[in-house]
């Protein structure tokens, strides 16, 4: 029982500390366990859309107003590839995007094909 409790208590420990040394290898592991259990669950196709929306964000500096326009848009697959269909290919216009952060958010999109 005192072994079970010590697992449990050092478990706890590395999930809830936030030093770069245990939280970056934490988050690699985190993110393939969940990557894997979307896959089995067939939850992947809005986890490429929210991947999508991430590394938007991660590679672009977002206004409040870009960001509400993408996380609107990029709730679905569906929604994502409208959004590619309408902006990137159809080239219409878009107010919050345009130029290089278009053309890179474009290129984003493309990658989750």
Not at 10 to 35: C, F
Not at 49 to 71: G, P
Not at 81 to 101: S, V
Request: aromatic share 6%.
């Amino acid at each position: 029982m005192k072994k079970l409790l010590l697992l449990v208590v050092i478990l706890l420990a590395l999930l809830s500390v936030d030093h770069p040394l245990i939280k970056n290898p934490r988050d690699k592991i985190l993110g393939s366990v969940v990557s894997d259990l979307s896959d089995s669950t067939q939850v992947q196709r809005e986890v490429k859309a929210r991947h999508a929306l991430a590394e938007v964000r991660s590679q672009l500096k977002l206004n409040k107003d870009q960001d509400a326009h993408l996380a609107d848009s990029f709730k679905t697959v569906r929604g994502m590839h409208w959004w590619e269909q309408k902006y990137c290919k159809n080239r219409e216009l878009n107010q919050y995007f345009y130029g290089d952060d278009l053309l890179q958010t474009c290129t984003i999109i493309a990658a989750t094909h």
